[in-house]
């Protein structure tokens, strides 16, 4: 049980890591308390930002 819950952290840890790095390169930041929730609950966090990337990446209508 211990196990799951290290290897779980530590999918969270990569995957937190992934996604402050997207958000620092649009020039924004995260604090402590948004790291810690990006951290704990990665599988959320990833899906909201798969989300918004591909509906950007697909459904982004400019008017260029």
Request: proline share 2%; glycine share 4%; aromatic share 24%.
């Amino acid at each position: 049980m211990l196990h799951m819950i290290w290897i779980y952290l530590l999918i969270g840890t990569i995957v937190g890591l992934f996604l402050e790095t997207m958000v620092r390169i649009s020039y924004n930041s995260v604090n402590m308390y948004e790291r810690f929730w990006l951290i704990t609950l990665w599988p959320l966090m990833l899906m909201i930002f798969m989300y918004y990337f591909f509906k950007h990446l697909f459904f982004n209508i400019d008017d260029e």
